[in-house]
T-cell receptor
Framework: DTGVSQDPRHKITKRGQNVTFRCDPISEHNRLYWYRQTLGQGPEFLTYFQNEAQLEKSRLLSDRFSAERPKGSFSTLEIQRTEQGDSAMYLC???????????FGPGTRLTVL | DQQVKQNSPSLSVQEGRISILNCDYTNSMFDYFLWYKKYPAEGPTFLISISSIKDKNEDGRFTVFLNKSAKHLSLHIVPSQPGDSAVYFCAAGEGNYQLIWGAGTKLIIKP
């Protein structure tokens, strides 16, 4: 049990709706990452935070996606006007080691109908 | 472009034998490499890592070998156990610790 938690674990929504996911890391004020994983692929980097600052965003993160990490603690990922192509597992991870080890939460499985 | 490749989608190994999972990469600037294990409906679980300045790292039944000249790394699991059945991901990173992942290899341990 890494201690990184994500909520909800599953989300089913209709196309065009907005969804928000939450990630609670083990500890505050360190690096927190968001990834997306589709079937048969490895996780793809979306964005990361150092404390409350969002330092990098992937080109995968369209303007419909926004992430926040107020006060450097928990983080939220919002997807506006969801599309069927947004269906995926959304993973949150926390940097945990000097060799780049990241500990992952259980993920949120999003299904857009 | 795929900077990290796992060319075997699946691998079947007899219980008690050695499992060898392979990974190739193209970016010579990667500083470190990691192996993760993933069960369905769970997040990836960290297994073992290796710095680019080393060629071997061992942790219990798991050993990772790095061949920088060939841009190749492998994970050896000895002996293989039924609980090792999962999808294994190779990942690589540099600098800001953004990880680039392979597509995974599904390992099946036969009794």
């Amino acid at each position: 049990d890494t201690g990184v938690s994500q909520d909800p674990r599953h989300k089913i929504t209709k196309r065009g709706q907005n969804v928000t996911f939450r990630c609670d890391p083990i500890s505050e004020h360190n690096r927190l990452y968001w990834y997306r994983q589709t079937l048969g692929q490895g996780p793809e980097f979306l964005t990361y935070f150092q404390n409350e600052a969002q330092l990098e965003k992937s080109r995968l993160l369209s303007d419909r996606f926004s992430a926040e990490r107020p006060k450097g603690s928990f983080s939220t990922l919002e997807i506006q006007r969801t599309e069927q192509g947004d269906s995926a597992m959304y993973l949150c991870a926390q940097l945990a080691g000097g060799n780049g080890e990241q500990f992952f939460g259980p993920g949120t499985r999003l299904t857009v109908l | 472009d795929q900077q990290v490749k796992q060319n075997s989608p699946s691998l079947s190994v007899q219980e008690g034998r050695i499992s060898i999972l392979n990974c190739d990469y193209t970016n010579s600037m990667f500083d470190y490499f990691l192996w993760y294990k993933k069960y369905p409906a769970e997040g990836p679980t960290f297994l073992i890592s290796i710095s680019s300045i080393k060629d071997k790292n061992e942790d219990g039944r798991f050993t990772v070998f790095l061949n920088k000249s060939a841009k190749h790394l492998s994970l050896h699991i000895v002996p293989s156990q039924p609980g090792d059945s999962a999808v294994y991901f190779c990942a690589a990173g540099e600098g800001n610790y953004q990880l680039i992942w392979g597509a995974g290899t599904k390992l099946i341990i036969k009794p």
